[in-house]
Protein backbone atom coordinates (compact mmCIF):
# COMPACT_ATOMS: atom_id res chain seq x y z
CA UNK A 1 0.00 0.00 0.00
CA UNK A 2 1.45 3.45 -1.09
CA UNK A 3 0.61 7.17 -0.61
CA UNK A 4 1.59 9.64 -3.05
CA UNK A 5 2.70 13.06 -1.19
CA UNK A 6 4.10 14.89 -4.61
CA UNK A 7 4.72 14.50 -7.79
CA UNK A 8 5.46 17.04 -10.98
CA UNK A 9 7.00 17.30 -14.21
CA UNK A 10 10.91 17.10 -15.42
CA UNK A 11 11.82 19.42 -18.28
CA UNK A 12 13.59 21.86 -17.11
CA UNK A 13 17.05 22.43 -14.55
CA UNK A 14 14.41 24.83 -12.51
CA UNK A 15 12.70 21.35 -12.02
CA UNK A 16 15.09 19.63 -11.19
CA UNK A 17 16.22 22.12 -8.75
CA UNK A 18 12.76 22.43 -7.25
CA UNK A 19 12.75 18.71 -7.18
CA UNK A 20 16.00 18.72 -5.20
CA UNK A 21 14.51 20.93 -2.72
CA UNK A 22 11.23 18.89 -2.38
CA UNK A 23 12.97 15.73 -1.61
CA UNK A 24 15.10 17.26 1.03
CA UNK A 25 12.27 18.67 3.02
CA UNK A 26 10.36 15.02 2.09
CA UNK A 27 13.31 12.93 4.12
CA UNK A 28 12.98 15.71 6.66
CA UNK A 29 9.76 15.85 7.58
CA UNK A 30 9.56 11.57 7.59
CA UNK A 31 12.34 11.82 10.29
CA UNK A 32 15.46 11.41 8.09
CA UNK A 33 18.89 12.54 9.81
CA UNK A 34 20.63 15.51 8.42
CA UNK A 35 23.25 12.72 7.03
CA UNK A 36 20.37 11.06 5.03
CA UNK A 37 18.62 13.75 3.71
CA UNK A 38 21.58 15.36 1.58
CA UNK A 39 22.34 11.84 0.58
CA UNK A 40 18.58 11.33 -0.45
CA UNK A 41 18.75 14.83 -1.86
CA UNK A 42 21.49 14.28 -4.14
CA UNK A 43 20.43 10.84 -5.56
CA UNK A 44 16.95 12.46 -6.22
CA UNK A 45 18.77 15.32 -8.07
CA UNK A 46 20.87 13.23 -10.19
CA UNK A 47 18.08 11.07 -11.75
CA UNK A 48 16.29 14.00 -12.24
CA UNK A 49 18.37 15.71 -14.11
CA UNK A 50 18.91 12.42 -16.23
CA UNK A 51 15.10 12.25 -17.15
CA UNK A 52 14.61 16.18 -17.59
CA UNK A 53 17.49 15.90 -20.53
CA UNK A 54 14.67 13.97 -22.04
CA UNK A 55 12.13 17.09 -21.96
CA UNK A 56 9.17 14.44 -20.94
CA UNK A 57 9.92 13.30 -17.47
CA UNK A 58 8.08 13.15 -14.19
CA UNK A 59 9.14 12.42 -10.59
CA UNK A 60 6.54 11.11 -8.21
CA UNK A 61 6.82 10.65 -4.29
CA UNK A 62 5.34 7.89 -2.35
CA UNK A 63 5.03 6.92 1.29
CA UNK A 64 5.14 2.90 1.08
CA UNK A 65 3.54 0.98 4.33
CA UNK A 66 4.40 -2.87 3.03
CA UNK A 67 6.89 -4.46 3.29
CA UNK A 68 8.44 -1.97 5.58
CA UNK A 69 7.69 1.93 5.63
CA UNK A 70 9.59 3.38 2.87
CA UNK A 71 10.18 6.50 1.28
CA UNK A 72 9.57 5.57 -2.73
CA UNK A 73 10.53 7.84 -5.59
CA UNK A 74 9.40 7.05 -8.86
CA UNK A 75 10.91 8.81 -12.11
CA UNK A 76 9.64 8.21 -15.26
CA UNK A 77 10.66 8.88 -18.57
CA UNK A 78 10.08 7.95 -22.27
CA UNK A 79 13.53 7.08 -23.51
CA UNK A 80 16.36 5.75 -21.70
CA UNK A 81 19.45 8.75 -21.40
CA UNK A 82 22.69 7.01 -22.87
CA UNK A 83 24.03 6.11 -19.01
CA UNK A 84 20.87 5.89 -17.34
CA UNK A 85 19.77 1.67 -18.78
CA UNK A 86 21.55 -0.84 -20.60
CA UNK A 87 19.77 -3.34 -22.02
CA UNK A 88 16.28 -3.47 -24.41
CA UNK A 89 14.59 -6.30 -23.28
CA UNK A 90 13.01 -6.72 -19.88
CA UNK A 91 14.93 -9.66 -19.45
CA UNK A 92 18.43 -8.08 -20.10
CA UNK A 93 17.31 -4.19 -18.98
CA UNK A 94 19.87 -3.01 -15.85
CA UNK A 95 20.78 0.08 -14.27
CA UNK A 96 23.33 1.96 -16.43
CA UNK A 97 26.51 3.60 -15.33
CA UNK A 98 25.05 6.86 -14.87
CA UNK A 99 22.97 5.45 -11.95
CA UNK A 100 25.96 4.02 -10.14
CA UNK A 101 26.42 7.30 -7.73
CA UNK A 102 21.87 6.56 -6.84
CA UNK A 103 22.86 3.24 -5.80
CA UNK A 104 25.67 3.83 -3.95
CA UNK A 105 23.11 6.79 -1.84
CA UNK A 106 20.24 4.94 -1.72
CA UNK A 107 18.84 1.70 -0.31
CA UNK A 108 17.88 0.01 -3.44
CA UNK A 109 17.21 1.25 -6.99
CA UNK A 110 14.84 -0.62 -9.38
CA UNK A 111 14.80 -0.43 -13.35
CA UNK A 112 11.46 -1.45 -15.28
CA UNK A 113 9.31 -0.97 -18.01
CA UNK A 114 5.59 -0.35 -17.32
CA UNK A 115 2.54 -1.71 -19.99
CA UNK A 116 2.64 1.35 -21.74
CA UNK A 117 6.70 1.32 -22.60
CA UNK A 118 7.78 3.66 -20.20
CA UNK A 119 11.02 3.30 -18.18
CA UNK A 120 10.61 2.80 -14.71
CA UNK A 121 13.05 3.78 -12.17
CA UNK A 122 12.18 3.43 -8.76
CA UNK A 123 14.50 4.57 -5.59
CA UNK A 124 14.34 3.18 -2.29
CA UNK A 125 14.78 4.51 1.20
CA UNK A 126 13.88 2.96 4.49
CA UNK A 127 12.32 4.95 7.11
CA UNK A 128 14.09 5.77 10.17
CA UNK A 129 11.16 5.41 12.39
CA UNK A 130 7.04 4.81 11.96
CA UNK A 131 5.11 5.63 9.43
CA UNK A 132 3.69 9.25 10.26
CA UNK A 133 0.20 9.85 11.06
CA UNK A 134 -2.74 10.68 8.15
CA UNK A 135 -2.83 13.80 9.21
CA UNK A 136 0.72 14.98 9.11
CA UNK A 137 1.15 13.75 5.84
CA UNK A 138 -2.08 16.11 4.34
CA UNK A 139 -0.42 18.56 6.19
CA UNK A 140 2.85 17.66 4.47
CA UNK A 141 1.34 17.69 0.85
CA UNK A 142 -0.19 20.89 1.86
CA UNK A 143 3.17 22.50 2.75
CA UNK A 144 5.02 20.80 -0.26
CA UNK A 145 2.30 22.51 -2.82
CA UNK A 146 2.99 26.15 -0.69
CA UNK A 147 6.81 25.45 -1.77
CA UNK A 148 6.18 24.78 -5.47
CA UNK A 149 7.03 28.33 -5.95
CA UNK A 150 10.51 28.95 -3.93
CA UNK A 151 13.15 29.88 -5.53
CA UNK A 152 16.30 27.95 -7.11
CA UNK A 153 18.27 30.58 -5.13
CA UNK A 154 16.79 28.93 -2.02
CA UNK A 155 17.83 26.06 -2.82
CA UNK A 156 21.36 26.77 -4.14
CA UNK A 157 21.84 28.50 -0.84
CA UNK A 158 20.66 25.44 1.31
CA UNK A 159 23.37 23.51 -1.19
CA UNK A 160 26.00 25.54 0.01
CA UNK A 161 25.26 25.36 3.55
CA UNK A 162 25.10 21.44 3.52
CA UNK A 163 28.44 21.42 1.77
CA UNK A 164 30.30 23.97 4.17
CA UNK A 165 29.15 22.04 7.10
CA UNK A 166 29.92 18.57 5.25
CA UNK A 167 33.71 20.43 4.94
CA UNK A 168 33.62 21.46 8.84
CA UNK A 169 32.69 17.48 9.27
CA UNK A 170 35.60 16.13 6.98
CA UNK A 171 38.26 19.01 8.38
CA UNK A 172 37.16 17.37 12.39
CA UNK A 173 37.40 13.81 10.69
CA UNK A 174 40.83 14.71 8.77
CA UNK A 175 42.16 16.01 12.31
CA UNK A 176 41.16 13.27 14.40
CA UNK A 177 42.96 10.51 12.02
CA UNK A 178 46.29 12.58 12.06
CA UNK A 179 45.84 12.67 15.16
CA UNK A 180 45.32 9.51 15.46
CA UNK A 181 48.57 8.42 12.87
CA UNK A 182 50.93 10.50 15.18
CA UNK A 183 49.59 8.45 17.75
CA UNK A 184 50.27 5.05 16.19
CA UNK A 185 53.54 5.99 14.41
CA UNK A 186 54.81 6.50 18.49
CA UNK A 187 53.43 3.56 19.31
CA UNK A 188 55.36 1.45 16.29
CA UNK A 189 58.32 3.42 17.77
CA UNK A 190 57.77 2.13 21.02
CA UNK A 191 57.34 -1.50 20.59
CA UNK A 192 60.33 -1.67 18.07
CA UNK A 193 62.57 -0.14 20.53
CA UNK A 194 60.87 -2.33 23.51
CA UNK A 195 61.69 -5.25 20.67
CA UNK A 196 65.26 -4.29 20.68
CA UNK A 197 65.59 -3.47 23.94
CA UNK A 198 64.21 -7.34 24.70
CA UNK A 199 66.61 -8.87 22.30
CA UNK A 200 69.21 -7.16 24.20
CA UNK A 201 68.40 -8.67 26.96
CA UNK A 202 68.08 -11.45 25.70
CA UNK A 203 71.50 -11.89 24.33
CA UNK A 204 72.63 -10.40 27.72
CA UNK A 205 71.18 -13.32 29.30
CA UNK A 206 72.34 -15.93 26.89
CA UNK A 207 76.16 -14.70 27.89
CA UNK A 208 75.28 -14.92 31.50
CA UNK A 209 73.52 -18.46 30.72
CA UNK A 210 77.07 -19.16 29.19
CA UNK A 211 79.34 -17.38 31.68
CA UNK A 212 77.55 -19.54 34.21
CA UNK A 213 78.16 -23.03 32.54
CA UNK A 214 82.13 -22.01 32.11
CA UNK A 215 82.45 -21.27 35.49
CA UNK A 216 80.46 -24.16 36.59
CA UNK A 217 82.68 -26.69 34.42
CA UNK A 218 85.68 -24.76 35.36
CA UNK A 219 85.12 -24.81 38.87
CA UNK A 220 84.03 -28.08 38.80
CA UNK A 221 87.15 -29.72 36.82
CA UNK A 222 89.36 -28.14 39.58
CA UNK A 223 87.81 -29.10 42.53
CA UNK A 224 87.80 -33.02 41.30
CA UNK A 225 91.72 -33.36 41.56
CA UNK A 226 91.28 -32.68 45.28
CA UNK A 227 88.45 -34.58 46.12
CA UNK A 228 89.61 -37.77 44.08
CA UNK A 229 93.13 -37.28 46.42
CA UNK A 230 91.02 -36.81 49.42
CA UNK A 231 89.20 -40.19 48.56
CA UNK A 232 92.05 -42.37 47.82
CA UNK A 233 93.77 -41.04 50.98
CA UNK A 234 90.90 -42.23 53.09
CA UNK A 235 90.78 -45.57 51.32
CA UNK A 236 95.04 -45.92 52.21
CA UNK A 237 94.01 -45.32 55.63
CA UNK A 238 90.95 -47.38 55.75
CA UNK A 239 93.06 -50.20 54.26
CA UNK A 240 96.01 -50.26 57.27
CA UNK A 241 98.85 -49.76 54.40
CA UNK A 242 100.85 -47.34 56.99
CA UNK A 243 99.65 -49.38 59.88
CA UNK A 244 96.45 -49.93 62.29
CA UNK A 245 93.72 -47.53 63.13
CA UNK A 246 92.31 -46.87 66.39
CA UNK A 247 88.01 -47.15 66.42
CA UNK A 248 87.72 -44.09 66.62
CA UNK A 249 90.12 -42.74 64.35
CA UNK A 250 88.28 -45.29 61.27
CA UNK A 251 84.70 -43.47 62.56
CA UNK A 252 87.07 -40.44 61.86
CA UNK A 253 88.18 -41.65 58.50
CA UNK A 254 84.65 -43.00 57.67
CA UNK A 255 83.03 -39.55 57.53
CA UNK A 256 86.10 -38.08 55.66
CA UNK A 257 85.41 -40.92 53.05
CA UNK A 258 81.11 -40.15 53.07
CA UNK A 259 81.86 -36.50 52.65
CA UNK A 260 84.29 -36.89 49.92
CA UNK A 261 81.86 -39.23 48.11
CA UNK A 262 78.88 -36.91 48.65
CA UNK A 263 80.92 -33.80 47.19
CA UNK A 264 81.91 -35.89 44.32
CA UNK A 265 78.68 -36.89 42.90
CA UNK A 266 77.45 -32.90 43.24
CA UNK A 267 80.66 -31.75 41.01
CA UNK A 268 79.69 -34.93 38.82
CA UNK A 269 75.99 -33.64 38.76
CA UNK A 270 76.88 -29.86 38.23
CA UNK A 271 79.85 -31.01 35.38
CA UNK A 272 76.77 -33.54 33.49
CA UNK A 273 74.23 -30.30 33.66
CA UNK A 274 76.53 -28.30 32.42
CA UNK A 275 77.75 -29.98 29.23
CA UNK A 276 73.74 -30.91 28.74
CA UNK A 277 73.17 -26.76 28.76
CA UNK A 278 75.88 -26.11 26.41
CA UNK A 279 75.26 -28.76 24.05
CA UNK A 280 78.72 -30.61 24.66
CA UNK A 281 76.94 -33.65 26.19
CA UNK A 282 77.72 -36.81 23.27
CA UNK A 283 75.39 -39.76 22.96
CA UNK A 284 77.88 -42.77 23.30
CA UNK A 285 75.66 -46.08 21.60
CA UNK A 286 76.31 -49.21 22.42
CA UNK A 287 73.89 -52.42 21.74
CA UNK A 288 72.24 -53.64 25.24
CA UNK A 289 69.45 -55.25 26.28
CA UNK A 290 67.47 -54.31 29.51
CA UNK A 291 67.71 -57.70 31.15
CA UNK A 292 71.47 -57.17 31.42
CA UNK A 293 71.06 -53.46 32.49
CA UNK A 294 68.31 -54.05 35.03
CA UNK A 295 71.15 -57.57 36.09
CA UNK A 296 74.10 -54.45 36.22
CA UNK A 297 71.88 -52.20 38.73
CA UNK A 298 70.08 -55.06 40.45
CA UNK A 299 74.39 -55.46 42.53
CA UNK A 300 74.68 -51.50 42.24
CA UNK A 301 71.79 -50.35 44.30
CA UNK A 302 70.95 -52.78 46.69
CA UNK A 303 73.42 -52.02 49.15
CA UNK A 304 71.86 -48.30 49.01
CA UNK A 305 68.65 -49.21 50.51
CA UNK A 306 68.41 -47.26 54.17
CA UNK A 307 65.61 -48.78 55.77
CA UNK A 308 65.87 -52.75 56.14
CA UNK A 309 61.71 -53.14 55.36
CA UNK A 310 61.89 -51.74 51.73
CA UNK A 311 62.24 -54.33 49.07
CA UNK A 312 63.88 -53.39 45.98
CA UNK A 313 62.57 -55.53 42.90
CA UNK A 314 63.16 -55.50 39.70
CA UNK A 315 60.63 -57.21 37.02
CA UNK A 316 61.11 -59.30 33.81
CA UNK A 317 61.57 -57.87 30.87
CA UNK A 318 60.75 -60.50 28.25
CA UNK A 319 59.91 -59.72 25.04
CA UNK A 320 61.88 -56.08 25.13
CA UNK A 321 63.69 -55.38 22.07
CA UNK A 322 67.56 -54.56 22.40
CA UNK A 323 68.45 -50.80 22.80
CA UNK A 324 70.80 -48.75 20.79
CA UNK A 325 71.80 -45.75 22.69
CA UNK A 326 73.76 -44.41 26.06
CA UNK A 327 73.81 -46.97 28.22
CA UNK A 328 75.57 -45.05 30.51
CA UNK A 329 73.01 -42.34 30.88
CA UNK A 330 70.08 -44.62 31.01
CA UNK A 331 71.93 -46.28 34.19
CA UNK A 332 72.59 -42.76 35.86
CA UNK A 333 68.58 -42.05 35.05
CA UNK A 334 67.73 -45.32 37.06
CA UNK A 335 69.86 -45.01 39.71
CA UNK A 336 69.12 -41.35 40.70
CA UNK A 337 65.70 -42.41 40.49
CA UNK A 338 66.02 -45.59 42.42
CA UNK A 339 68.14 -44.14 45.17
CA UNK A 340 65.29 -40.98 45.65
CA UNK A 341 62.94 -44.11 45.76
CA UNK A 342 64.70 -45.71 48.41
CA UNK A 343 65.41 -42.69 50.40
CA UNK A 344 61.95 -41.65 51.13
CA UNK A 345 60.36 -45.57 51.42
CA UNK A 346 60.33 -46.79 54.93
CA UNK A 347 58.03 -49.68 54.92
CA UNK A 348 57.02 -51.71 50.96
CA UNK A 349 58.84 -51.77 47.92
CA UNK A 350 60.89 -49.96 45.45
CA UNK A 351 59.41 -51.20 41.73
CA UNK A 352 61.79 -51.16 38.66
CA UNK A 353 59.94 -51.68 35.30
CA UNK A 354 60.14 -51.46 31.67
CA UNK A 355 57.45 -51.49 28.66
CA UNK A 356 57.47 -50.34 25.15
CA UNK A 357 56.19 -46.74 25.08
CA UNK A 358 55.01 -44.85 22.08
CA UNK A 359 56.81 -43.84 18.96
CA UNK A 360 59.52 -46.65 19.10
CA UNK A 361 60.67 -45.37 22.95
CA UNK A 362 60.78 -48.15 25.92
CA UNK A 363 59.64 -46.27 28.98
CA UNK A 364 60.86 -47.05 32.50
CA UNK A 365 58.90 -47.16 35.41
CA UNK A 366 60.35 -46.80 39.13
CA UNK A 367 57.20 -47.10 41.98
CA UNK A 368 57.47 -46.71 45.36
CA UNK A 369 55.29 -47.10 48.47
CA UNK A 370 56.91 -43.93 49.64
CA UNK A 371 55.76 -40.88 51.32
CA UNK A 372 54.38 -39.44 47.84
CA UNK A 373 54.92 -36.03 46.36
CA UNK A 374 51.77 -32.87 46.30
CA UNK A 375 50.29 -31.85 43.27
CA UNK A 376 51.89 -28.38 44.01
CA UNK A 377 55.64 -29.86 44.17
CA UNK A 378 55.46 -31.88 41.35
CA UNK A 379 57.06 -29.22 39.19
CA UNK A 380 59.13 -27.89 41.53
CA UNK A 381 61.04 -31.33 42.30
CA UNK A 382 62.54 -30.86 38.72
CA UNK A 383 64.23 -27.37 39.31
CA UNK A 384 67.99 -27.65 40.28
CA UNK A 385 68.58 -27.32 44.59
CA UNK A 386 65.15 -27.61 44.91
CA UNK A 387 64.06 -30.15 47.86
CA UNK A 388 60.47 -29.81 48.84
CA UNK A 389 60.24 -28.93 53.05
CA UNK A 390 58.75 -31.76 55.21
CA UNK A 391 59.27 -34.23 57.98
CA UNK A 392 60.18 -36.72 55.11
CA UNK A 393 63.01 -35.15 54.55
CA UNK A 394 64.87 -35.46 58.41
CA UNK A 395 67.63 -37.50 58.24
CA UNK A 396 67.74 -37.25 53.80
CA UNK A 397 70.47 -36.00 52.06
CA UNK A 398 70.45 -34.81 48.72
CA UNK A 399 72.05 -32.28 46.20
CA UNK A 400 68.52 -31.38 44.47
CA UNK A 401 69.95 -31.82 41.25
CA UNK A 402 69.21 -35.89 40.41
CA UNK A 403 66.14 -35.11 39.15
CA UNK A 404 66.72 -32.43 37.17
CA UNK A 405 69.83 -34.51 35.35
CA UNK A 406 67.37 -37.18 35.07
CA UNK A 407 65.16 -35.06 33.12
CA UNK A 408 67.82 -33.53 31.13
CA UNK A 409 69.11 -36.69 30.52
CA UNK A 410 65.87 -38.45 29.01
CA UNK A 411 65.14 -35.15 27.11
CA UNK A 412 69.29 -35.61 25.70
CA UNK A 413 68.38 -39.49 24.83
CA UNK A 414 64.48 -38.81 22.73
CA UNK A 415 62.20 -38.90 25.66
CA UNK A 416 61.18 -37.17 28.89
CA UNK A 417 60.78 -38.11 32.21
CA UNK A 418 56.74 -37.40 34.08
CA UNK A 419 55.90 -38.22 37.78
CA UNK A 420 52.55 -39.26 39.33
CA UNK A 421 51.76 -39.48 42.87
CA UNK A 422 50.05 -38.93 45.96
CA UNK A 423 50.80 -37.88 49.42
CA UNK A 424 51.03 -40.85 51.28
CA UNK A 425 50.33 -43.51 48.48
CA UNK A 426 54.12 -43.27 46.49
CA UNK A 427 55.20 -42.22 43.63
CA UNK A 428 56.03 -43.19 40.38
CA UNK A 429 58.20 -42.02 37.68
CA UNK A 430 58.46 -43.28 34.04
CA UNK A 431 61.19 -42.09 31.81
CA UNK A 432 60.91 -42.58 27.98
CA UNK A 433 63.60 -42.97 25.88
CA UNK A 434 64.41 -43.67 22.04
CA UNK A 435 64.71 -47.08 21.25
CA UNK A 436 67.20 -46.51 18.54
CA UNK A 437 68.57 -43.31 19.25
CA UNK A 438 70.64 -43.67 15.76
CA UNK A 439 67.36 -43.54 14.13
CA UNK A 440 66.12 -40.57 16.16
CA UNK A 441 68.88 -38.23 15.47
CA UNK A 442 68.51 -38.84 12.26
CA UNK A 443 64.94 -37.94 12.30
CA UNK A 444 65.97 -34.50 13.79
CA UNK A 445 68.37 -33.76 11.15
CA UNK A 446 71.64 -34.69 12.39
CA UNK A 447 72.73 -36.92 9.88
CA UNK A 448 72.50 -34.46 7.01
CA UNK A 449 70.25 -34.40 3.43
CA UNK A 450 68.04 -37.34 4.04
CA UNK A 451 66.26 -36.15 7.23
CA UNK A 452 65.95 -32.57 5.50
CA UNK A 453 64.65 -33.79 2.66
CA UNK A 454 62.55 -36.28 4.54
CA UNK A 455 61.07 -32.45 6.19
CA UNK A 456 60.42 -30.56 2.95
CA UNK A 457 58.31 -33.34 1.88
CA UNK A 458 56.32 -33.47 5.03
CA UNK A 459 54.37 -30.69 6.06
CA UNK A 460 55.72 -28.86 9.36
CA UNK A 461 52.79 -29.42 11.91
CA UNK A 462 53.31 -26.20 13.96
CA UNK A 463 54.85 -23.86 11.40
CA UNK A 464 52.47 -20.57 10.71
CA UNK A 465 53.88 -18.47 7.78
CA UNK A 466 52.91 -14.67 8.10
CA UNK A 467 53.23 -12.30 5.02
CA UNK A 468 52.42 -8.77 6.55
CA UNK A 469 54.41 -5.69 4.83
CA UNK A 470 54.48 -4.39 8.49
CA UNK A 471 56.99 -5.05 10.39
CA UNK A 472 55.49 -4.25 14.06
CA UNK A 473 52.22 -6.32 12.63
CA UNK A 474 54.55 -9.72 12.08
CA UNK A 475 55.74 -8.91 15.29
CA UNK A 476 52.49 -8.19 17.85
CA UNK A 477 51.78 -11.91 15.86
CA UNK A 478 54.20 -13.52 17.10
CA UNK A 479 53.70 -12.25 20.31
CA UNK A 480 49.98 -12.60 21.02
CA UNK A 481 50.22 -16.18 19.52
CA UNK A 482 53.71 -17.15 21.21
CA UNK A 483 53.68 -21.29 21.69
CA UNK A 484 56.44 -23.12 22.40
CA UNK A 485 54.80 -25.80 19.88
CA UNK A 486 54.31 -23.13 16.86
CA UNK A 487 57.12 -22.27 14.56
CA UNK A 488 57.02 -18.74 12.90
CA UNK A 489 58.44 -18.09 9.42
CA UNK A 490 57.81 -13.82 7.92
CA UNK A 491 57.52 -12.46 4.63
CA UNK A 492 56.66 -9.02 3.95
CA UNK A 493 55.73 -9.48 0.19
CA UNK A 494 52.83 -11.65 -1.67
CA UNK A 495 55.58 -12.98 -4.05
CA UNK A 496 57.85 -13.57 -1.04
CA UNK A 497 55.18 -15.69 0.40
CA UNK A 498 54.31 -17.69 -2.21
CA UNK A 499 57.97 -18.28 -2.54
CA UNK A 500 58.37 -19.46 1.38
CA UNK A 501 55.16 -21.34 0.96
CA UNK A 502 56.83 -23.88 -1.08
CA UNK A 503 59.70 -24.09 0.80
CA UNK A 504 59.01 -24.36 4.36
CA UNK A 505 54.84 -26.18 3.42
CA UNK A 506 53.27 -24.18 6.62
CA UNK A 507 50.24 -25.77 8.50
CA UNK A 508 48.76 -22.11 8.02
CA UNK A 509 49.12 -18.33 6.77
CA UNK A 510 48.73 -15.12 8.30
CA UNK A 511 47.71 -13.48 5.16
CA UNK A 512 47.16 -9.02 4.68
CA UNK A 513 45.43 -7.77 2.47
CA UNK A 514 47.56 -4.27 1.74
CA UNK A 515 50.27 -5.77 0.52
CA UNK A 516 53.12 -3.68 -1.96
CA UNK A 517 53.00 -5.10 -5.75
CA UNK A 518 50.63 -8.70 -5.63
CA UNK A 519 48.02 -8.07 -3.11
CA UNK A 520 46.07 -10.46 -0.43
CA UNK A 521 43.56 -11.58 -2.76
CA UNK A 522 45.87 -12.66 -5.79
CA UNK A 523 48.03 -14.55 -2.83
CA UNK A 524 44.73 -16.29 -1.74
CA UNK A 525 43.78 -16.56 -5.68
CA UNK A 526 47.92 -17.75 -6.54
CA UNK A 527 47.65 -21.06 -3.13
CA UNK A 528 43.89 -22.07 -4.57
CA UNK A 529 45.03 -22.23 -8.06
CA UNK A 530 48.44 -24.86 -6.80
CA UNK A 531 47.38 -28.34 -5.84
CA UNK A 532 49.93 -28.53 -3.34
CA UNK A 533 48.75 -25.58 -1.44
CA UNK A 534 44.81 -25.20 -1.91
CA UNK A 535 44.27 -27.57 1.03
CA UNK A 536 46.45 -24.73 3.54
CA UNK A 537 44.42 -22.80 5.94
CA UNK A 538 44.67 -19.17 5.38
CA UNK A 539 43.49 -16.78 8.08
CA UNK A 540 42.88 -12.94 6.77
CA UNK A 541 45.10 -10.58 8.90
CA UNK A 542 44.04 -6.60 7.68
CA UNK A 543 43.32 -3.39 8.81
CA UNK A 544 40.81 -2.77 5.83
CA UNK A 545 37.32 -2.39 6.69
CA UNK A 546 36.15 -5.30 3.86
CA UNK A 547 32.44 -4.73 2.24
CA UNK A 548 29.79 -7.24 1.69
CA UNK A 549 30.96 -8.37 -1.81
CA UNK A 550 35.03 -8.64 -0.31
CA UNK A 551 33.72 -10.77 2.34
CA UNK A 552 31.75 -13.03 -0.06
CA UNK A 553 35.02 -13.32 -2.54
CA UNK A 554 36.98 -14.67 1.00
CA UNK A 555 34.94 -16.81 3.32
CA UNK A 556 34.73 -19.91 0.98
CA UNK A 557 38.52 -19.76 0.99
CA UNK A 558 39.84 -18.71 4.33
CA UNK A 559 39.23 -19.73 8.21
CA UNK A 560 38.31 -16.79 9.03
CA UNK A 561 39.39 -12.67 9.34
CA UNK A 562 41.06 -10.96 11.95
CA UNK A 563 40.74 -7.43 12.41
CA UNK A 564 43.71 -5.58 13.47
CA UNK A 565 42.00 -2.57 15.19
CA UNK A 566 40.24 -4.77 17.64
CA UNK A 567 43.01 -7.99 17.69
CA UNK A 568 42.75 -9.94 20.92
CA UNK A 569 44.83 -12.97 21.85
CA UNK A 570 42.06 -14.91 22.79
CA UNK A 571 40.08 -14.59 19.45
CA UNK A 572 43.29 -15.22 17.42
CA UNK A 573 44.06 -17.86 19.37
CA UNK A 574 40.98 -19.52 19.05
CA UNK A 575 40.99 -19.19 14.77
CA UNK A 576 44.57 -20.27 14.45
CA UNK A 577 43.66 -23.74 16.49
CA UNK A 578 40.81 -23.86 14.33
CA UNK A 579 43.19 -24.11 11.80
CA UNK A 580 45.62 -26.09 13.01
CA UNK A 581 43.32 -28.41 14.00
CA UNK A 582 43.10 -30.41 10.95
CA UNK A 583 43.96 -30.46 7.21
CA UNK A 584 41.30 -28.91 4.53
CA UNK A 585 40.09 -25.87 7.35
CA UNK A 586 41.12 -23.21 5.17
CA UNK A 587 38.94 -24.90 1.79
CA UNK A 588 36.09 -22.94 3.25
CA UNK A 589 32.99 -22.46 5.60
CA UNK A 590 35.53 -20.11 8.49
CA UNK A 591 33.75 -17.79 10.29
CA UNK A 592 35.06 -14.06 9.98
CA UNK A 593 36.34 -12.01 13.30
CA UNK A 594 36.68 -8.37 13.05
Known amino acids: MSSSLFQAELRTGQDVVNTRQRGRHIAQSLGFDGQDQVRIATAISEVARLAATQANGHIE ?117 DR ?73 VLFIRKSGEALQELIDDLLDLAKIESGRSEVLCTRFSVEALFGALRGMLRPLRVHEGVSLVFD ?23 SNALKFTSQGEVRVSARPGPGDTVVFSVRDTGVGIAPGDQERIFEEFVQVEGPHQQGVKGTGLGLPLSRRLAELLGGALTVESQPGQGSAFHAAVSRDYTQRSGAAGEEGGDSQQLERDTPHARTVLIIDDDEVARYLLQRLLADASLQFREAASGSEGLRLVGEVRPAAILLDLSLPGMDGFEVLEALRREPSTRNIPVIIHTSRSLTEQERGRLLPHVVGILSKSGLTRDVALELLQRALSGPGQGSGGGAARS
Do not use: C
Open 180 to 252: LNRELEETNRGVVALYAELEEKAEALRRASDMKTRFISNVSHELRTPISSVLNLSRLLLDRIDGPLTAEQEKQ
Open 316 to 338: ETDGLPELHTDERKVSQILRNLV
Open 61 to 177: FLLEEIPVPSLLVRVRTSAANEGLAVGNTPETLRPGPALAPAQRLMDRVVLRRDGDGWLLLELVQRLPQLSPMPQALESLKDELERQRRASAADELQKQNADLLRILDELQARKAEV
